[in-house]
């Protein structure tokens, strides 16, 4: 890391953590993903060519710590599409869009938009890595993000998502938290492919990746909600 990346890397993280203090909820972690978390929740992301350019979307990327991955990741005929809630985060970002050497040859392939994700009339996309801090958002946000993302991803295409792990056990939760952890799972389970976890994290994540679902079950979206409901 040279020493303008560090102090870019420093800047952002007292960046974050002020953020944190002001609307911790939104924000939903002290600290930028660390480098093994973006990495994993890249993972599902490949390049495309000139006869097949990938579209990407990510949902939440704060101060651009997976962002910056994903530029290293894609293509060039690849597209990223970002979608961030918090004013100081999105203006950031769009900053270093244009200045940050890692960004700048993404920036022409980039759209930024400012405000939340359920706001948004979404594209479609190859794959889909959200950032968004799920265990502190009411359970019919939870169903309706998931409703969103999963109808903006392609056939075959990957959404990944995290949480933190090592959090309470489901006896300590409050009845918020194991509501949002209900409603995770009930949204997220029958479209896991595989799950892992990324110890060197402050704190330490569990990063989620999830296929598209298949036509058939997006037909029938309300029968598979009643039956996931009755099962939980
Ligand atoms: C846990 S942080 C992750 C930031 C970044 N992806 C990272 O890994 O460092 C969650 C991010 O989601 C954003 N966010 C929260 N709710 C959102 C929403 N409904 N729509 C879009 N962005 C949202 C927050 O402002 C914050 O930037």
């Not at 890249?42 to 994903?70: K, M, Y």
């Amino acid at each position: 890391m040279t020493t303008q990346t560090a102090s870019a890397a420093l800047s952002d993280a007292l960046v974050f953590l002020r953020q944190f203090t002001r609307t911790s909820r939104s924000t939903g972690a002290i600290a930028p993903s660390g480098a093994a978390l973006s990495r994993a929740l890249i993972r599902h992301v490949h390049p495309g060519g000139p006869d097949q350019p990938r579209a990407v979307l990510e949902v939440g990327p704060g101060t651009g710590a997976v962002t910056r991955h994903l530029a290293r990741r894609l293509g060039p005929y690849d597209t990223l599409e970002l979608v961030e809630a918090n004013p100081h985060f999105a203006h950031r970002l769009s900053n270093a869009l244009h200045r940050d050497p890692l960004l700048t040859a993404l920036a022409p392939r980039t759209r930024l938009r400012h405000g939340l994700v359920q706001d948004q009339m979404l594209g479609r996309y190859d794959s889909i890595v959200c950032g968004l801090p799920f265990a502190n958002f009411p359970p019919d946000q939870i169903e309706a993000v998931f409703r969103q993302l999963f109808a903006a991803l392609r056939p075959g295409g990957r959404l990944s998502f995290f949480s933190y792990a090592g959090g309470r056990t489901l006896q300590k939760m409050d009845r918020r938290q194991a509501a949002a952890r209900h409603a995770l799972r009930t949204a997220t389970d029958r479209h896991l492919l595989h799950s892992e976890l990324v110890l060197p994290n402050l704190p330490p994540a569990r990063v989620h990746h999830l296929a598209a679902p298949t036509p058939a079950l997006c037909r029938c979206g309300g029968a598979r909600h009643e039956e996931q409901d009755s099962r939980a």
